[in-house]
């Protein structure tokens, strides 16, 4: 069975992070939070990861930005998407950068965790093929 | 009564006469002159005579007509165009408001699921913990009534209430207000106000939400041993104008164009709805006026307000 | 024009019997409620034009009032007062529909004007409202 997926939570709401990294923690996954686009580069540049959850609303670095910055230097994670409100129109934005799956905002647990193993699967197919 | 005023004068005439009337006139009057001319001068002259006065009819009020219909389609437009504005912004403004919500119910979600996990468990939970996830619910649910508080208020359509004001008197009064605040920082505040300043036809109280806004953005905004300076002015075209300028942090560049936008805020979470200025802009927007903002970065902001001395009484 | 109805509502007595007592040797017809859930009752009973109300008051404070008078009638336009200015309070007050908002002592004569300006604002919107 393969390991756990190293998750990297990206969001600027605090208390929203922490509850998630604990709740995450909780059902044994290996998580590390950034409260901003640049402390997540910061992040990536550090340690690898397989699955970053990224806010789509933060003020300073936004989440277009943050996630057209990572998919150019760190490619190698799936990155979920999190927002409040996915219009048409920045749905597409986020799926043409790069983003696999959306969790729209309150989402219960086991949809977080679903959608953090879909997205593992992928890369793991996306590496046994290279 | 409506006073229209157009740019043509000549056309001011037309409309002042009845337009179809100045277009015969206008014709008549070239018969009268081009026909005995045209019999002096031969029959063909007078056909020609005759013709000429026919065409200068037919193009006159063909061009009146047109005129007329391009500034009809032209004021169709502009209700078009503002409409579809407001349901862009509308729009934008219903995105902005559902991620400002969902978060909060995000959290509360997470809290409850996490107090539903810690009652799973075989020993009791943590009191402590408990309490706290509660709180945290509480704490949610007034940011989340907050929001939909202050989007009613952004989002009610209420026609300016229009007296006679005294725009100085309210600049006087607001900075009043702020006086304390910005001798605690140490800040310098200036006012210089026209002496003459015409009264205006507004809103007070909307005029006051501006400016105490704005005043209360400069202070934040500013260091201690800063300036802010209000000015207001006499302004062409029969406005006035109102200023804030402070020395304080500035906006960056890549924000400039946002600024006025609802929700934007660069305050940390919680720290301000981001509505301040967008309100500030809706009112000033209604109030017939515009507001503009340049900044440098380090240097300082300067927020100019122009307003019409009378309104329209639509209230535009 | 001074033919208005006015209700002051703050806790302090000695203020606020002052400002009745100069009101009334001015022929301003005018009552006093010490606290919010006072003012409420006498604004049901009542036709007030304009309401003087101060922000902070044990129990339900100014806002709260400002809130609740502007639910049960909406084109009563109300005053704020303040022993000390609260910025907040009064962007508060105001974005809730308040008529001005102003700090404690105040001249007679500028709370006269501002009442007058209040009225003027109320009847242009009784007329509106027709």
Redesign the interface.
Known sequence: MAALPKILLVDDEERFRNNLKKMLAAEGFEVAAAGSGAAALEELALKPYDVILLDMRMPGMDGLATLAAIKERHPDPEVIVLTGHASVDAAREIIRLGAVEFLLKPCPLEEVIAKIETAYDRKLARQEKS | MEKKSHTSPLLNLFHDLGGNLAVYGTALGLVILAVPLGLRAGPMYALAAGLLAALSLVTVGRVLRQKDTALRQKELSDEQLLQSQKLASIGEL??GI??????P???????A??LL?LYKKDSPPDAQETQSGLA?IVNQVDRAREITH?LL?FARRS?P???GVELNRIIL?MT??????AQQKNINLVKRLAPDLPLIESD??LL??VI??L??NA?QATGKGGTITVVSEAADHRQVMVQVNDTGVGIPKEHLSQIFDPFF?????GKGTGL?LS?CHGIIERLGGKIIVTSVEGQGSSFVIRLPQALDRRGR | MDKFKILIVDDENDFRETIIKRLRARKIDIEGADCGPKALEMVDAQDFDVIVLDVKMPGMDGIETLRQIKLKKPLVEVIMLTGHASVESGIQGMQLGAFDYVMKPVALDDLMDKLRQAYERRVIQLEYNK
Do not use: Y
């Open positions: 219903s995105a559902a991620h400002e919500i969902n978060n119910l995000a959290i509360i979600r997470q809290e699921e996490w996990q945290e202050n208020n026609q209430v229009v007296q009064d009043s207000l702020v006086e304390k605040a007070a109280p006051r939400q105490l806004n005043l209360n202070i805020t660069t305050k940390p979470q301040g309100i």
